[in-house]
Nanobody, 115 residues
Framework: QVHVVESGGGLVQTGGSLRLSCAASGSIFSIYAMGWYRQAPGKQRELVATITSGGNTNYADSVKGRFTISRDNAKNTAYLQMNSLKPEDTAVYYC?????????WGQGTQVTVSS
């Protein structure tokens, strides 16, 4: 079993920045990928960014150039640096961890961008 905990959410003004962290712990042998997803009220959960153990990244078009995902493999931790935040980035952000073909999710962290 893998336990996933997100942190770093909060309230920020338009144009501001936040850094989210995702820490995985428990029975970890090899994490293939870590990623961030978000869900706004009344909308489906959507991909924000993912990163593999080899460092390959993938971003949603809506965040390219503004968000950066990174990872510390030794700490089983992923980060999401969010710059130039917009009100439409407001959502609950969830961390996803893929470990030995199993998907694990955190409880989410709220990000609110005020206009």
């Amino acid at each position: 079993q893998v336990h996933v905990v997100e942190s770093g959410g909060g309230l920020v003004q338009t144009g501001g920045s936040l850094r989210l962290s995702c820490a995985a712990s428990g029975s970890i042998f090899s994490i293939y990928a870590m990623g961030w997803y978000r869900q706004a009220p009344g909308k489906q959960r959507e991909l924000v960014a993912t990163i593999t153990s080899g460092g390959n990244t993938n971003y949603a078009d809506s965040v390219k150039g503004r968000f950066t995902i990174s990872r510390d493999n030794a700490k089983n931790t992923a980060y999401l640096q969010m710059n130039s935040l917009k009100p439409e980035d407001t959502a609950v952000y969830y961390c996803n961890v893929i470990e030995r073909s199993m998907n694990y999710w955190g409880q989410g962290t709220q990000v609110t961008v005020s206009s």
